[in-house]
């Protein structure tokens, strides 16, 4: 019966529901964290504020960087250059190195200039295919490789790539990192930023291949990889502010795939240039690789796991202090020198592990905060530990020209901790789904259509040195971006966000529309009559506090299974209003109806071949239920850990009831109070559409993030976008 709802729903209005009950909530209320009941009482209300903050950084800055490239926009964007020359010393070691320069937009459409240095040594060991059977081959080989790379971006101001292609012909202005002299870090612009990642990795794999009749190829494969990070960074964040990143990041990482694709066409095949020279071949097998990426017929699914540790040391330096620059200038001696400093700065953190206590955890960053004093001449401003472990799965589809899609799903667990707040450990539970899709891709051009989206839950607990642990708060994150799209479809993303935003406090009584975005007056309809925008991005974040969590997990039956059909009126506004009244719950949390009642309620509704409109009522009380028993599975689950683990899996769809992301949301947060609830979109749009304005804004909701819990929240961000790989505009 389950089935059946979500089956329709997906076919009317892709609309899923969930609910719970009273006494199964009673029996557990008990269980209930000591820290719930001292919660602060949040501060009144304040009325939605329309900003220009724009989101830097963090995951909606690597999702945007992604959701820009291959995309068919600029011709001046295009203007990248790059040099490689790789020489093979012997048949098994290479040595490479290369020079990109480009142009890239950030989120508030700025554009920066990056120049990039890449240096790469490679050792594998390689016994090629081992003829297995006449179809088949087995390929297996070690690896190692160094890597390192030197990356410096600067803000240029403008918004358009083609005011500053003059900047970017000006080869002879090429800035790299190294020498990382005093006086050349002293005149770094505000805004700047030099990167200095390196990457240490031995790997291991193993793949069977066959082709048939040349056309098709078909493999398996398996592998694992051990890789150091370590990584430098330098930004200057304003005129006497010059922050110094220390990163290390030790990761392991096993991987299985499949994969199908169409053989590749031959250059000689193509009817490139008919010259026999090294510019001739150089030129030919670019354009042939690159025409081949598009029309080649391509299926892949892959699954991996990762295990890894990170830390983190942060100073602020002032940049006008010749002798905090010359103690600086030592410490980069070397160049990649550096990068031997850290690892040895780390080597105390070998075997903290993440289920160590906060208390040990205090122990091993002190250890390394002072021998960060001793290095640099001066205390870390941060200093931090990161140990994380997750899964991914992937699925990767191409019809040639017509339509590539990339789906991904992961989960995974952070431990975070730093020396602040006396060794506070934070534990966040990801559940992350991404989907990318472009069509009418052409070779060297990029994607004309593009529609990108990514939905994140975080649960965070809080620990502190004591070894108590908070309750969880629930955070969601949606960034989602289409390009060549219509009217119609930049109002439906919109109404993505408007769709959650609209169920906030309002146990079970209808909506409200007044806390919405104005999707009509952002994007104004014609009458019947579609224009094409260029480019839309929103980014919705939705924080629920603890206390807010607490009301949800013990709301009473009742109030859920209002919130769920004020939710299903979406779907079956008829029915859901004949019947409102009719559920009940008894003590085993079964939801149960007077058929009798809604028979006759029923009764103006036509009955045809195939269709009882008394189905529906069955199907909306089996819903419930089914949303009853992922509620009451978060409250049983045994211990903090195993609750915020199973209410990140529950809000996924991970569930009874299959119910999840902006769904489980409509629900939830109609059973708490608006003040328990912070949301923000941030809407950026190049419509390229005569007499349309731009926008560029971001649009608070509810407590609009100046409380003491979103304060707490803010922390969390900070502390994630601190250990996660910086984006290329951002560190």
Not at 59 to 84: H, M, P, V, Y
Not at 166 to 179: H, I, N, Q, R, S
Not at 281 to 295: L, S
Not at 371 to 387: N, R, Y
């Amino acid at each position: 019966m389950k089935k059946t709802l979500f089956a329709a729903a997906a076919v009317l209005l892709g609309v899923n529901v969930s609910y719970a009950g009273e006494s199964v909530f009673d029996s557990l209320k008990d269980l209930a964290a000591p820290s719930a009941l001292s919660v602060p009482a949040p501060e009144p209300a304040k009325a939605p504020v329309v900003s220009t903050a724009v989101p830097s950084g963090g995951d909606f800055g690597r999702w945007f960087e992604k959701f820009k490239e291959d995309t068919e926009d600029s011709i001046c964007k295009a203007a990248q250059l790059k040099l490689n020359q790789n020489a093979h010393l012997v048949s098994v070691l290479g040595v490479g190195g290369g020079f990109g320069r480009s142009l890239k937009q950030s989120p508030d459409q700025k554009i920066a200039l990056v120049d990039e240095v890449a240096l790469r040594l490679s050792l594998t060991a390689d016994n090629g295919i081992i003829p297995f059977s006449p179809v088949h081959g087995l390929g297996v080989s070690i690896s190692g490789q160094l890597e390192g790379k030197s990356q410096v971006v600067r803000p240029l101001g403008s918004t358009r790539y083609c005011d500053e292609l003059g900047t970017w012909a000006k080869l002879y202005e090429v800035k790299v990192v190294v020498p990382a002299k005093a006086e050349r870090i002293a005149k770094m612009e505000i805004g700047e930023i030099w990167k200095l990642p390196l990457s240490m990795k031995l790997a291991f794999s193993a793949s069977l291949g066959a082709s048939f009749n040349e056309m098709v190829n078909v493999s398996v494969s398996a592998g694992g990889a051990k890789e150091r990070r370590p990584s430098v960074t330098l930004y200057r964040m304003a005129d006497d502010q010059l922050r110094l990143r220390l990163r290390l990041d030790r990761v392991t990482v096993y991987s299985v795939g499949a994969s199908v694709s169409s053989a590749e066409i031959p250059v000689s095949d193509l009817g490139f240039w008919e010259a026999d020279n090294i510019l001739a071949n150089f030129v030919n097998k670019t354009v042939a690789k690159e025409i081949n990426k598009f029309i080649s017929m391509q299926l892949s699914v892959g699954h991996s796991r990762n295990f890894g540790k990170k830390l983190l040391l942060e100073f602020v330096l002032n940049p006008k202090d010749p002798r905090q620059m010359e103690a600086l200038e030592k410490f980069l001696q070397g160049d990649f020198g550096i990068i031997k400093r850290f690892v040895e700065l780390g080597l105390p953190f070998n075997d903290f592990s993440a289920e160590d206590t906060s208390a040990n955890g205090m122990g091993e960053l002190s250890g390394v905060s002072d021998q960060a004093l001793q290095a640099i001449g001066g205390k870390p401003t941060f200093s931090g530990s990161d140990i994380y472990s997750g899964h991914a799965n992937n699925l990767h589809f191409q019809v040639p020209v017509i339509n590539t899609h990339d789906v991904s799903w992961s989960a995974s667990y952070n431990r975070y901790q730093s020396m602040d707040r006396n060794g506070e450990t934070l534990h966040v539970q990801e559940r992350k789904r991404t989907s990318n899709s472009k069509s009418l891709s052409v070779p060297f051009m990029g994607a004309n259509v593009k529609h990108n989206s990514e939905r994140t839950f975080y649960v965070v607990n809080r620990e502190g040195a004591d070894g108590k642990a908070s309750l969880p708060a629930l955070m969601y994150q949606q960034n989602e971006g289409i390009v060549k799209h219509t009217d119609g479809s930049a109002r439906d993303l919109v109404e993505r966000a408007n769709g959650v935003l609209r169920y906030v406090g309002m146990k079970g009584e209808g909506v409200n529309e007044e806390e919405t975005l104005p999707r009509h007056e952002l994007f104004p309809s014609t009458g019947g009559t579609f224009k094409t925008y260029k480019s839309v991005v929103m980014n919705f974040s939705l924080l629920i506090s603890e206390r807010g969590l607490q009301d949800i997990l013990l709301a009473p039956a009742q109030a859920i299974v209002k919130a769920y059909l004020n939710v299903m009126r979406e779907l079956m506004p008829d029915i859901v209003n004949r019947i409102s009244g009719l559920f009940s719950v008894n003590a085993a949390g079964k939801v149960s109806y007077d058929r009798q009642a809604a028979e006759k309620r029923m009764a103006g509704i036509a009955v045809t071949e195939g269709y009882n409109p008394m189905d529906d009522v069955k199907i909306l009380a089996h819903g419930a239920e089914e949303v009853i028993k992922d509620l009451a599975a978060v409250r049983n689950a045994p211990g903090w850990k195993a609750q915020s683990a199973t209410l990140a899996a529950v809000a996924t769809g991970k569930s009874h009831s299959d119910f999840g992301y902006e769904d489980f949301l409509k629900v939830v947060v109609q059973l708490t109070d608006p003040l328990n609830v912070s949301a923000q979109v941030f809407l950026s749009t190049d419509k390229k559409v005569k007499g349309e304005a731009d926008v560029a804004q971001t649009y608070q909701f509810f407590n609009n993030r100046n409380d003491s819990f979103d304060a707490n929240i803010a922390d969390v961000n900070q502390m994630r976008n601190r250990f996660a790989d910086p984006a290329t505009l951002t560190d």
